[in-house]
Protein backbone atom coordinates (compact mmCIF):
# COMPACT_ATOMS: atom_id res chain seq x y z
CA UNK A 1 0.00 0.00 0.00
CA UNK A 2 1.42 3.50 -0.44
CA UNK A 3 1.70 5.66 1.94
CA UNK A 4 0.06 9.09 1.76
CA UNK A 5 0.87 12.13 4.52
CA UNK A 6 -1.79 14.71 4.98
CA UNK A 7 -1.76 17.69 7.10
CA UNK A 8 -3.20 17.78 10.71
CA UNK A 9 -5.91 20.50 9.72
CA UNK A 10 -7.41 18.37 6.83
CA UNK A 11 -6.65 14.90 9.22
CA UNK A 12 -9.10 17.01 11.79
CA UNK A 13 -11.08 17.92 9.30
CA UNK A 14 -11.88 14.22 7.81
CA UNK A 15 -11.77 12.67 11.49
CA UNK A 16 -14.41 15.45 12.42
CA UNK A 17 -16.62 14.64 9.34
CA UNK A 18 -16.90 10.65 9.55
CA UNK A 19 -16.66 10.54 13.20
CA UNK A 20 -13.45 8.18 12.03
CA UNK A 21 -9.64 8.19 13.87
CA UNK A 22 -8.29 6.02 11.55
CA UNK A 23 -7.18 8.05 8.14
CA UNK A 24 -7.63 5.31 5.79
CA UNK A 25 -11.11 4.70 6.70
CA UNK A 26 -12.49 8.29 7.20
CA UNK A 27 -10.58 8.89 3.86
CA UNK A 28 -12.83 5.85 2.34
CA UNK A 29 -15.95 7.56 3.97
CA UNK A 30 -15.24 10.91 3.07
CA UNK A 31 -14.59 9.32 -0.61
CA UNK A 32 -17.56 7.47 -0.81
CA UNK A 33 -19.79 10.62 0.68
CA UNK A 34 -18.17 12.67 -2.12
CA UNK A 35 -19.18 10.39 -4.93
CA UNK A 36 -22.80 10.29 -3.48
CA UNK A 37 -23.00 14.07 -3.92
CA UNK A 38 -21.52 14.23 -7.10
CA UNK A 39 -23.89 11.36 -8.23
CA UNK A 40 -26.77 13.38 -6.72
CA UNK A 41 -25.68 16.49 -8.92
CA UNK A 42 -25.40 14.89 -11.67
CA UNK A 43 -28.81 12.27 -10.93
CA UNK A 44 -30.44 16.21 -10.74
CA UNK A 45 -28.87 17.60 -13.81
CA UNK A 46 -30.22 14.33 -16.38
CA UNK A 47 -33.82 14.83 -14.33
CA UNK A 48 -34.00 18.54 -15.40
CA UNK A 49 -33.43 17.25 -18.90
CA UNK A 50 -35.73 14.77 -18.75
CA UNK A 51 -38.39 16.91 -17.71
CA UNK A 52 -37.05 19.33 -20.29
CA UNK A 53 -37.09 16.92 -22.97
CA UNK A 54 -39.85 14.43 -22.40
CA UNK A 55 -37.79 11.87 -23.10
CA UNK A 56 -34.53 9.91 -21.80
CA UNK A 57 -30.98 10.91 -23.70
CA UNK A 58 -31.14 7.37 -25.51
CA UNK A 59 -34.48 8.24 -27.38
CA UNK A 60 -33.28 12.10 -27.53
CA UNK A 61 -29.92 11.04 -29.26
CA UNK A 62 -32.03 9.16 -31.37
CA UNK A 63 -34.51 12.07 -32.39
CA UNK A 64 -31.11 13.92 -32.75
CA UNK A 65 -29.27 11.62 -35.05
CA UNK A 66 -32.66 11.91 -37.19
CA UNK A 67 -33.17 15.36 -37.48
CA UNK A 68 -36.13 15.17 -35.37
CA UNK A 69 -35.07 17.73 -33.53
CA UNK A 70 -36.75 21.17 -34.13
CA UNK A 71 -33.77 23.83 -34.30
CA UNK A 72 -31.28 21.33 -33.10
CA UNK A 73 -27.84 23.54 -34.20
CA UNK A 74 -29.89 26.66 -32.05
CA UNK A 75 -27.43 27.59 -29.36
CA UNK A 76 -29.60 26.17 -26.36
CA UNK A 77 -30.44 22.80 -27.64
CA UNK A 78 -26.98 21.75 -29.01
CA UNK A 79 -25.44 23.15 -25.39
CA UNK A 80 -28.01 20.69 -23.76
CA UNK A 81 -27.47 17.83 -25.81
CA UNK A 82 -23.59 18.52 -24.90
CA UNK A 83 -24.51 18.61 -21.54
CA UNK A 84 -26.95 16.27 -21.09
CA UNK A 85 -24.49 13.56 -22.93
CA UNK A 86 -22.03 14.63 -20.45
CA UNK A 87 -24.46 14.18 -17.15
CA UNK A 88 -24.94 10.80 -18.54
CA UNK A 89 -21.38 9.92 -19.21
CA UNK A 90 -20.55 11.12 -15.64
CA UNK A 91 -23.54 9.22 -14.46
CA UNK A 92 -21.79 6.40 -15.69
CA UNK A 93 -18.03 6.61 -14.34
CA UNK A 94 -19.65 7.82 -10.79
CA UNK A 95 -21.32 4.60 -10.11
CA UNK A 96 -18.51 2.78 -11.44
CA UNK A 97 -15.94 4.16 -9.04
CA UNK A 98 -18.75 3.72 -6.30
CA UNK A 99 -18.46 -0.36 -7.31
CA UNK A 100 -15.04 0.04 -7.14
CA UNK A 101 -14.78 1.34 -3.42
CA UNK A 102 -14.54 -1.80 -0.85
Partial sequence: MNQVTISKP???VLSSLTGENRVE???ELATR???RLKL???EDKIQSFEKRYQQKFPEFKQAWDNDKIASKHSYEIERDYWEWE???ADDAKL???MDELP
Avoid: P, T
Fill in 40 to 42: KEV
Fill in 86 to 88: AAV
Fill in 95 to 97: RQF
Fill in 25 to 27: IAL
Fill in 10 to 12: VYR
Fill in 33 to 35: DLL
